[in-house]
C-alpha cells in the first residue's frame, strides 16, 4: 500500500511540473514572434541564383520558363529529380544533371543532341523539321535553333510511308556514323551545289533497331541526281567530283542521274 502510494506521489508531481512547462511555453510563445523564432533556428535558403551549362542551343530563357522555379524558392525544398525528368521528356536533351549548392545556388549540366540532319515531317497533321542526332540517329524536335541556325543544317529526305510519319519524332536511323562522315564530306567540298540527301528503301520495324537504309540519293542544286552505295562514301564522292568538274563539266546540262556506287565506271543517264 505504502509503495502505491508512493507511486501515486510521483504521477502527480510529473504530472504537475509537465503542466507547469506548458503554462511557462504559453506565456513565451505568446510575447514571442514565434515564425522569427524558428526562422533563426532553421535559416531557410533562399535561391538565388541559377548557373547551367550546355553543349547546344538551349538558352537560360527556355530553361527558366521550362522548370518555372519560383524567384525565391527554397533551395532544401526543390525536388532535382522531378525537375530532371521534366527537362529529358524534351527530346533534345541528352542527359542532364541537378546539384543543389548550398546556401542559395543551383547548377545544371546539360547535355543535347547534335543535329547533323534535318527533315521536314509530319507530326500529327502538323508539318514540322525534325533533326536527326548525329551519335544514335535518333530523330528529334529542335529547341532553341534560330532561322540562321536551321539554314545552316543539311536537308533531308526520308521517304516512308504516312502512316509512319505520325511517329516520325521516335524514329532513329542505323549506320548513323557512316550518315555523320558523308554530311561533312559534302558541307566540305559539295556545300554550293548540293540540295538534299535522300535515303533510298528506308524501312522501321521498330523504334529500338531503328530505321534501315540501303543507298543514299544526293539531289544537287542543278536537278541532277546522284545515287550512292552504303559504303566507302569518300571514293564515291571522289569520283562524282571528277565527274563534275571533269569528265562531264561541258555536259553537265544534259545529265539526269549519276550512280557511282560501281565499284567500275559511273554509270550516267542523260536528259
Known amino acids: 500500500m505504502k509503495f502505491r502510494w508512493k507511486l501515486k506521489k510521483v504521477l502527480l508531481l510529473l504530472v504537475a511540473f509537465s503542466l507547469f512547462l506548458l503554462l511557462v511555453a504559453m506565456l513565451f510563445f505568446k510575447n514571442c514572434n514565434v515564425r522569427a523564432f524558428f526562422q533563426n533556428a532553421f535559416p531557410r535558403n533562399t535561391l538565388k541564383s541559377v548557373a547551367f551549362s550546355t553543349n547546344g542551343k538551349i538558352t537560360a530563357k527556355w530553361l527558366t520558363e521550362m522548370l518555372a522555379v519560383e524567384k525565391d524558392a527554397d533551395l532544401f525544398a526543390l525536388d532535382i529529380v522531378a525537375m530532371e525528368k521534366k527537362l529529358k521528356n524534351a527530346q533534345q536533351i541528352r542527359k542532364v544533371f541537378i546539384e543543389k549548392r548550398y546556401p542559395d545556388s543551383l547548377f545544371l549540366k546539360i547535355e543535347e543532341r547534335i543535329p ?156
Open 116 to 271: 547533323i540532319l534535318k527533315i521536314a515531317a509530319s507530326v500529327n497533321g502538323e508539318k514540322k523539321i525534325l533533326f536527326i542526332d548525329g551519335m544514335d540517329g535518333k530523330i528529334f524536335p529542335p529547341i532553341c535553333y534560330s532561322e540562321e541556325d536551321m539554314i545552316a543544317i543539311l536537308p533531308a529526305d526520308i521517304n516512308i510511308g504516312v502512316s509512319n510519319r505520325e511517329k516520325l519524332q521516335f524514329f532513329s536511323l542505323q549506320k548513323v556514323a557512316a550518315i555523320k562522315e558523308l554530311v561533312e564530306m559534302l558541307k566540305n567540298d559539295f556545300r554550293d551545289i548540293f540540295y538534299s540527301i535522300k535515303f533510298i528503301d528506308l524501312k522501321n520495324y521498330d523504334s529500338r533497331p531503328g530505321a534501315s537504309w540501303s543507298k543514299i540519293e544526293l539531289h544537287l542544286k542543278n536537278g541532277i541526281i546522284v545515287s550512292l552505295g552504303s559504303q566507302r562514301f569518300d571514293l564515291q564522292l571522289l569520283r562524282l567530283e571528277y565527274l563534275l568538274n571533269v569528265k562531264c563539266v561541258d555536259n553537265l546540262h544534259r545529265i539526269k542521274r549519276i550512280n557511282v556506287a560501281s565499284p567500275n565506271d559511273a554509270v550516267i543517264e542523260y536528259n
